[in-house]
């Protein structure tokens, strides 16, 4: 088995990619405390919506958090907190990289003069 890296040494990367993939997590981070602040919620929900079929992906970033974390159809219920963690992080995860798709197409689509 090889040895895991120490995850406190893991140099910051100056790939264009990180930098994308850091401002896309700033820009939600905005977009959830501006809900916050205006009292309301912030609605990944509808967020994700502009992407894929909500209910699919849920069933799927569930199905995925149950094989991931190994749980049993009798242990769901009781690890309820661990599968719920593992699914947002999948659908985050499904987020971000639908941001960062639309970011490199935005980013190779002709710009037109200004004139």
Same mark, same amino acid.
């Given at each position: 088995m090889? $040895?895991q890296?120490?995850?406190?040494?893991?140099?910051e990367p100056?790939?264009?990619?990180?930098f994308?993939?850091?401002?896309?997590?700033?820009?939600?981070?905005?977009?959830f405390a *501006?809900?916050?602040?205006?009292?309301?919620?912030? =609605?990944?929900? =509808? +967020?994700?919506?502009? +992407?894929? $079929?909500?209910n699919?992906l !849920?069933?799927? %970033?569930?199905?995925r958090?149950?094989?991931?974390l190994?749980?049993s !159809?009798?242990?769901v *219920? %009781?690890?309820? $907190? *661990?599968?719920?963690? *593992? !699914?947002? %992080?999948?659908? =985050?995860?499904?987020?971000?990289?639908?941001?960062? /798709?639309?970011f /490199?197409?935005?980013?190779?689509?002709?710009q037109?003069d200004? %004139?």
């Amino acid at each position: 088995m090889t $040895d895991q890296p120490n995850l406190m040494e893991i140099v910051e990367p100056e790939h264009e990619d990180f930098f994308v993939m850091q401002a896309m997590i700033e820009s939600l981070n905005q977009e959830f405390a *501006e809900a916050n602040e205006e009292g309301r919620e912030f =609605d990944l929900a =509808d +967020y994700l919506a502009q +992407y894929v $079929d909500t209910n699919s992906l !849920a069933f799927v %970033a569930i199905q995925r958090a149950i094989t991931v974390l190994r749980v049993s !159809a009798e242990e769901v *219920e %009781a690890r309820i $907190d *661990e599968v719920t963690r *593992e !699914a947002s %992080a999948f659908q =985050d995860g499904f987020l971000m990289g639908c941001r960062f /798709q639309q970011f /490199q197409v935005d980013k190779n689509k002709p710009q037109e003069d200004i %004139a």
